[in-house]
């Protein structure tokens, strides 16, 4: 059976123009196209437990004949979505990036903003009101940005998701595009940062009403079983995001789009190495709802495993898998739900975000205002509570001092521990690998705020599953590439996202992003073969050698970023 298998994918590699390219000219061979896939939250236990119900084109391209690396973490705490696809294309943390989380308070606003609105822009595609959205809070670039300086601004570079901060921040700010959907209709939409009006294409494909074949259907399991439905309720208006995005029919309808992006953008035919991020979203929505131990997510993953394979064979067909690069990883992980916790005797915490920043204020009205309460915290989630700065300073208390306090008073609630904003800015933290995490979830946003440091197993309610701690259920993620330069194997040195960036950097021959502490992974990289004298040359029928993966070069660790970005101040 492996011998039939190995066949069959030296066939399809024929087919696709696998040997038109030469091994030995790996490091030097530039494709004409990478795709990187950032599945949110595909924890990185789930290829394994999964493995051997998986078909033969889709994960187990990567995994069979790609490097795979299944000891893959992040190394920070903040582990929510707009961090990790900006940690895995700038190839740095969030005291690099700048991106602490998926929204934050903003203090001049005295509100919450996303990491990605910006009221400078306008979105396009959509009649609406809501301000636009670009990466002008990253405070590193991007894969993608230093590609379009090495080529001079000939390569292509796009980012796709569901959500708009999953397609943003990974096409940076030279990015030619970035697409994302509007949740009622599924209509794909932009920002007027990257074009005024969408493209003509674009356009014809909402104009099409694609999103409408996704309704009206019903999910089932490989048994039959339906699992979903997306039809819409009597009398209710259809929300696509809502019915159709906790279904793998959502990952259908971004690989619809991203086939229609890469024909009619002519990604891969151009002089320079295009680049194309598609960040998944059905899982994250889906995983949110039932945790990742339910039946519905390993069906989901089949799904994805089936639906990987025919976008790759597109690939194959339109560019030829020789000319591809292919990575794959996740932006975070998730806990188990409350209920299976309790059922294996697992102590699970429940904290309420509201009903924490409750406790929280009354805590403090307690210790600093019995006779009038107040606002001292405005927001808490999922592990960050964010200060109301004009209640202390009623107090006359600085910011070090209130952060602390409020710190002390996550404590008396059940956390584990806590770091201010002020001691983040000085790194000041233990040094230990606990404290590590925590000085690279830092970042210099304005306002005051403390990170808590979670319990394990912790859930915002008794129902559906959460994220954003520093345990590995959420930091654990698969990172696995394929392409020529790749020796396939299972790596099993320790790797982390930021890995990636430097990584595709490296093999380009381009600078990495501007802040990246990622390393080369070299020992998944085909050997360089350079051209020797006849006298010295090589015996052809030798055996190639292949690298050991033993040793692990030393890793570099980021500090604490304290001054203002020019790329920030310059868009």
Not at 42 to 64: C, V
Not at 280 to 285: G, K, T
Not at 318 to 328: D, H, K, P, S, Y
Not at 446 to 458: C, E, R, S
């Amino acid at each position: 059976m492996r011998f039939c298998v190995r066949a069959q994918f030296a066939l399809l590699a024929l087919c696709f123009g696998v040997s038109g390219l030469s091994f030995g000219s790996a490091y030097n061979a530039r494709p004409k196209l990478i795709v990187i896939i950032v599945i949110d939250q595909f924890r990185g236990d789930y290829l394994e437990r999964y493995r051997d119900q998986l078909g033969e084109g889709g994960f187990r391209l990567l995994l069979d004949h790609g490097a795979y690396f299944p000891d893959c973490s992040y190394n920070y705490a903040n582990t929510t979505t707009a961090p990790g696809h900006a940690t895995l294309l700038t190839g740095a943390y969030s005291n690099g990036h700048g991106i602490l989380g998926n929204e934050w308070w903003d203090p001049q606003k005295k509100k919450k903003v996303t990491s990605v609105e910006d009221d400078a822009t306008k979105l396009v595609g959509v009649s609406s009101d809501a301000p636009g959205a670009s990466p002008h809070n990253l405070l590193a670039d991007t894969l993608g940005d230093e590609l379009k300086l090495a080529t001079g601004g000939k390569a292509q570079v796009f980012g796709i998701s569901l959500k708009d901060r999953a397609a943003v921040l990974p096409a940076g700010f030279a990015g030619d595009g970035a697409y994302w959907i509007e949740p009622k209709t599924g209509a794909w939409i932009t920002s007027d940062y990257y074009r005024p009006e969408l493209p003509r294409w674009a356009a014809e494909f909402n104009a099409s009403k694609r999103a409408d074949k996704y309704l009206n259907r019903d999910w089932k399991d490989g048994k039959g079983n339906v699992l979903r439905s997306t039809q819409p309720q009597p009398g209710k208006a259809a929300d696509f995001f809502g019915l159709v995005g906790s279904t793998p029919f959502a990952n259908d309808y971004e690989f619809e789009f991203a086939r229609e992006l890469i024909a009619y953008e002519k990604l891969g035919a151009g002089p320079a190495t295009d680049l194309l991020v598609i960040g998944l979203s059905a899982n994250d929505i889906l995983g949110h709802q039932v945790g990742p131990d339910a039946p519905e997510m390993q069906a989901m993953a089949l799904a994805l495993d089936r639906e990987l394979s025919e976008f790759f064979t597109y690939l194959g067909h339109q560019i030829g898998l020789a000319n591809v690069w292919i990575a794959l990883s996740a932006d975070h992980g998730v806990a188990p739900t409350a209920q299976v916790a309790a059922r294996l005797h697992i102590p699970a915490t429940i904290l309420s975000p509201s009903k924490v920043r409750t406790a929280l204020n009354h805590a403090l009205s307690e210790r600093f205002s019995p006779a009038h309460p107040a606002e001292y915290v405005v927001d808490f989630g999922p592990s960050v509570a964010w200060l109301n700065e004009a209640a202390f300073s009623a107090l006359r208390m600085k910011e070090e001092d209130a952060e602390r306090a409020v710190g002390e008073a996550l404590n008396q609630l059940g956390m584990r521990g806590f770091y201010t904003r002020s001691q983040l800015a000085r790194g000041d933290v233990p040094n230990t690998e606990a404290g590590l995490r925590f000085e690279h979830s830092y970042s210099p946003l304005p306002g005051w705020y403390v990170m808590a440091v979670l319990p394990p197993f912790a859930e915002g309610g008794e129902t559906g599953a959460e994220h954003g701690a520093s345990y590995s259920y959420d930091t654990h993620v698969p990172l696995a590439f394929y392409g020529i330069p790749f020796q396939p194997g299972t790596y099993r040195t320790h790797s982390e996202p930021v890995d990636l960036a430097v990584t595709l950097a490296s093999l380009l021959g381009i600078n990495a992003p501007t802040s990246a502490v990622g390393r080369v992974l070299t020992e998944a990289l085909v050997p360089v073969r350079r051209p020797e004298s006849s006298e010295h040359a090589p015996d052809p029928k030798a055996a190639p050698s292949k690298p050991s993966g033993a040793i692990q070069p030393a890793r570099l660790t980021s500090q604490p970023l304290r001054a203002s970005s020019s790329l920030k101040d310059s868009q």
